[in-house]
């Protein structure tokens, strides 16, 4: 009888001691996170707005994901940093994307930030300039990139204007907008949802030549986008599945609620003006899709059009193969997870 109860005891200890070594393990595996780096583009602004959604709401902690935002110092190319793996994801632009993938930087696109280009060249309205064609003359106020010069000839030389006529001013850093307040340069390259608004709240009369009206001479290329280096995606599916969703899920609800984003986005960046950044994410929340079916999908003849006009204008050495610059596949409704809500 005592034989037969000390079995019983043992037999009730050990199923207690492997079940708690399964809570053990459970809970270890409840809390496991993988950390990872993603170095941005420039200061946080309306651009990554979905990124510190996600951040805020805990998104990705529900993907086991711990995320430090790095910021990049003047000098530094994303594009050679991510892909020699010293940060897992970056913000980039397809034209330096395509640049750096020309030269052999082992990254790849995994989402468009914004589904079409929202890039153009200001100038003051009375200026007159009002197409291509009017640039003829002009100074433009500049950073003295390659690629500057071979889109500003496309657009004047497209418009039967005269390229070889414009001055070109390196304009270095400060404050780009009162520069062309006070006619350093006649016109300049910007992006509307930071610049343009900023130029509305200081009551600046602009002309703008949207790169988006001219495609005829200047294809539409995703700026910005998400990058990784294929090795990461290669060795970690898993992670770049989980961090898009995460991703994906922020962008979603910045596009539906651009005012609590905005909020979520003045969190991290306190120092920023909170009428630019308001009036910006209303401008910049319906742009994230637009008029593609799903946030973040990216279309190979987009990069390849865009890659055919850098090699034709010399800014590539060698033909571009689109194939292998981008993919679809970590996004929520590629994989088949659609459980990422805008909420």
């Known amino acids: 009888m005592r034989t037969t109860k000390l079995?019983?005891?043992?037999?009730?200890?050990?199923?207690?001691?492997?079940?708690?070594?399964?809570l053990i393990g459970f809970n270890s595996l409840i809390l496991a996170v993988d950390e990872v780096d993603l170095m941005l583009d420039w200061v946080p602004n309306t651009n990554h707005t979905g990124l510190y959604v996600a951040l805020d709401k805990g998104w990705f902690e529900e993907e086991g994901l711990k995320v430090n935002f790095i910021q990049p110092a003047s000098n530094m190319s994303?594009?050679?940093?991510?892909?020699?793996?010293?940060?897992?994801?970056?913000?980039?632009?397809?034209?330096?994307?395509?640049?750096?993938?020309?030269?052999?930087v082992p990254i790849v696109s995994l989402a468009a930030v914004i589904q079409h280009n929202t890039s153009e060249f200001a100038s003051l309205a009375s200026n007159g300039i009002e197409r291509p064609r009017n640039l003829t003359g002009k100074s433009y106020g500049g950073w003295g990139m390659p690629i500057e010069e071979a889109i500003i000839k496309s657009l004047v030389n497209g418009d039967n204007g005269d390229f070889?006529?414009?001055?070109?001013?390196?304009?270095?850093?400060?404050?780009l907008l009162t520069m062309l307040e006070k006619e350093k340069f006649d016109f300049t390259w910007i992006y509307y949802g930071w610049d343009g608004i900023q130029a509305e709240i200081r009551g600046m009369d602009l002309n703008l030549i949207m790169l988006k009206d001219y495609q005829e001479y200047v294809p539409d290329y995703y700026t910005p986008i998400i990058i990784s280096s294929h090795k990461f995606v290669d060795n970690h599916p898993d992670i770049a599945r989980r961090f898009i969703k995460a991703v994906a899920r922020g962008y979603n609800f910045a596009i539906a609620n651009p005012g609590p984003?905005?909020?979520?986005?003045m969190k991290y960046t306190p120092e920023s003006n909170p009428d630019l950044v308001k009036k910006s994410q209303n401008w910049l929340s319906p742009r994230y899709?637009?008029?593609?079916?799903?946030?973040?999908?990216?279309?190979?003849?987009?990069?390849?059009?865009?890659?055919?006009?850098?090699?034709?204008?010399?800014?590539?050495?060698?033909?571009?193969?689109?194939?292998s610059a981008f993919t679809n596949d970590f996004l929520?409704?590629?994989?088949?997870d659609l459980t990422c809500p805008a909420s």
């Open 332 to 336: 929520p409704e590629m994989t088949g």
């Open 78 to 104: 994303v594009e050679k940093v991510v892909g020699a793996g010293k940060a897992d994801f970056g913000i980039s632009f397809q034209e330096w994307a395509t640049s750096a993938m020309a030269q052999g």
């Open 7 to 22: 079995k019983k005891i043992n037999k009730i200890s050990l199923i207690a001691s492997l079940l708690v070594t399964f």
């Open 261 to 265: 984003s905005a909020e979520i986005l």
């Open 164 to 175: 070889s006529k414009i001055k070109f001013i390196n304009i270095g850093q400060g404050d």
């Open 289 to 323: 899709q637009d008029d593609a079916a799903i946030w973040g999908i990216q279309k190979q003849a987009v990069w390849q059009d865009f890659g055919d006009w850098m090699y034709e204008h010399g800014l590539i050495e060698n033909k571009f193969e689109a194939e």
